[in-house]
C-alpha cells in the first residue's frame, strides 16, 4: 500500500531499508505502551490495581523507553537533513511516527506529555511540520 500510495520507494534500497528501519522502531514503541492492555484487560485486577499497574507501566516507560526512542528519531532526522526520515518527502515512517507523537502530543498517557517531547528540537519540528500538511488536517479533522 506504502508503494501504491507514493508513501515508499520503488527502487530505492537506501530509502527503504531506512523507512523500515524507523518502522520497525516505531513499533517497539508502540509496543510498549500497548502493555497496558495487558493491564486494562485483566479481569482478575480491580479498578483501583489496574489504574496503579498502569500508571507504574508509564513511569517506567517515560524513565526508561521512551527517551530512548525519541533520542533515536532526533538523530534519525538530524542525518535526514530534510525533516522527514527518508529522502526529501513523506513516507510510511513519518506517518507512523506521527501518529505515535500525536498521542503523545496530545497527553494520552498517564504521565507522558508534549513537555517529555519539548528536548527534541528536529521531533517538535517534525510534528509541526507534520501537522500542517493539509491532509493530515483533514484525515484529524474527522475526529480520528
Do not use: C
Not at 37 to 43: C, F, M, R
Not at 119 to 131: E, G, L, T
Amino acid at each position: 500500500a506504502g508503494r501504491l500510495a507514493g508513501l515508499y520507494p520503488q527502487s530505492d534500497v537506501a530509502i527503504a531499508y531506512t523507512i523500515d528501519e524507523i518502522v520497525a522502531l516505531e513499533e517497539d514503541l508502540t509496543l510498549a505502551f500497548n502493555k497496558q492492555y495487558a493491564i486494562l484487560d485483566n479481569p482478575n485486577l480491580s479498578a483501583e490495581e489496574k489504574k496503579t499497574q498502569r500508571d507504574a507501566l508509564f513511569v517506567s516507560i517515560k524513565s526508561t523507553t521512551l527517551g530512548r526512542y525519541l533520542g533515536f528519531f532526533e538523530r534519525a532526522l538530524t542525518e535526514s537533513g530534510t525533516g522527514f526520515f527518508a529522502g526529501d518527502s513523506i513516507t510510511i515512517a513519518d506517518l507512523a511516527v506521527f501518529a505515535q507523537l500525536r498521542n503523545i502530543m496530545l497527553e494520552r498517557y498517564p504521565g507522558i506529555s508534549k513537555e517529555d517531547v519539548s528536548s527534541f528540537p528536529n521531533i517538535v519540528a517534525f510534528y509541526n511540520k507534520i501537522s500542517e500538511i493539509p491532509a493530515i488536517k483533514e484525515w484529524y479533522s474527522k475526529a480520528h
